[in-house]
């Protein structure tokens, strides 16, 4: 069974900054991708920040400059940095992994189950 665990969220002021992690674990073969989605209230979640196995990086619009996705491969883990965070930002953060189990050698997109980012002006 493939786990992500995320933590890093919490409440913080307008123009700070937040380091968000994600770990999978259990029986990975490998992990194809990695990204944060982020859902606020009444709206859809989106998209924030994904990154693949070979580096290539993809980022919303609005978090653009503000936001870096990394991941560190031997952890199995992905990060979010946010710098400059605006009271827009605030939603919960969702992790999500594309997966080769180890055991089925299935590959299947994995979700955690988020974690609260408030930021307050």
């Known amino acids: 069974q493939v786990q992500l665990v995320e933590s890093g969220g919490g409440l913080v002021q307008a123009g700070g900054s937040l380091r968000l992690s994600c770990a999978a674990s259990?029986?990975?073969?490998?992990?194809?991708?990695m990204g944060w989605y982020r859902q606020a209230p009444g709206k859809q979640r989106e998209l924030v920040a994904a990154i693949t196995s070979g580096g290539s990086t993809n980022y919303a619009d609005s978090v653009k400059g503000r936001f870096t996705i990394s991941r560190d491969n031997a952890k199995n883990t992905v990060y979010l940095q946010m710098n400059s965070l605006k009271p827009e930002d605030t939603a919960v953060y969702y992790c999500?992994?594309?997966?080769?189990?180890?055991?089925?050698?299935?590959?299947?997109?994995?979700w955690g189950q988020g974690t609260q980012v408030t930021v307050s002006s």
């Open positions: 259990g029986s990975i073969f490998s992990i194809n991708a």
């Open positions: 999500a992994a594309r997966i080769t189990t180890a055991q089925a050698m299935m590959e299947y997109d994995y």
